[in-house]
């Protein structure tokens, strides 16, 4: 599997993650919310460079034009809850795709250890079909592992595009270890070392999906 870690190069890309994770920042969740679509945006952008394109002609108003245009509209899927402004910003971008939308939680266990479980999917057929997967947070790799396995039962992708904000190092090695599609890329916006206990990345931003919507209980 390829990992591309578009924070490892300067770019404007690290100034948006700098403010989701900044606490004198993120708190504001509209502004989170927003700095996760402009990164969603950012990602969508590169991922686009790796389609496959073909020409075509087009009419302007004073001739015509061979213009470049990707050939296959991606299948856009994401994680709820977290994974909803990420998403938001890969479909400002591939404005005509299809979308698919997994419910996942933690089932927590005395102790404090936890499994995954996938709760729901609504998904179009993926057979053959380059799929977008997105989440901002990749902690212990588990609830994308089993993402990608609930792909599986729409058909067949041609490829996926992992999408990940912040990941853990732990999590990256888990998934390049168990992922079940061979045809597969993983994208980073940046790279942590440590993970605690309860898989929250260190030093991470938190949890993604409070700052994005509230605090659940």
């Given at each position: 599997m390829k990992t591309i870690n578009l924070g490892e190069k300067n770019s404007i890309f690290n100034h948006f993650i700098r403010e989701i994770r900044d606490v004198n920042i993120q708190n504001d969740s509209m502004r989170f919310r927003r700095n996760i679509e402009r990164i969603g945006e950012i990602f969508a952008y590169e991922i686009s460079k790796k389609m496959e394109f073909n020409n075509r002609e087009i009419t302007t108003p004073l001739g015509i034009s061979s213009e470049s245009l990707i050939d296959d509209k991606p299948v856009l899927a994401t994680i709820l809850r977290a994974g909803l402004p990420l998403h938001q910003g890969f479909l400002n971008y591939f404005d005509s795709s299809d979308n698919c939308f997994i419910s996942a939680y933690r089932k927590h266990k005395r102790g404090g250890n936890f499994e995954v479980k996938i709760e729901y999917m609504s998904s179009p057929d993926l057979d053959g079909k380059t799929v977008i997967l997105c989440d901002p947070m990749l902690a212990s790799g588990a609830s994308m592992i089993l993402?990608?396995?609930?792909?599986?039962?729409?058909?067949?992708?041609?490829?996926?595009?992992?999408?990940?904000?912040?990941?853990?190092?732990?999590?990256?090695?888990?998934?390049?270890?168990?992922?079940?599609?061979?045809?597969?890329?993983?994208?980073?916006?940046?790279?942590?070392?440590?993970?605690?206990?309860?898989?929250?990345?260190?030093?991470?931003?938190?949890?993604?999906?409070?700052?994005?919507?509230?605090?659940?209980?």
């Open positions: 993402a990608t396995k609930a792909l599986l039962s729409k058909g067949k992708p041609k490829h996926v595009h992992i999408v990940a904000v912040i990941a853990s190092a732990e999590g990256v090695d888990y998934v390049k270890e168990n992922i079940p599609i061979k045809e597969c890329t993983l994208w980073l916006g940046a790279l942590d070392q440590e993970m605690t206990a309860q898989s929250y990345i260190v030093p991470g931003l938190g949890d993604a999906g409070d700052l994005a919507y509230g605090q659940k209980v």
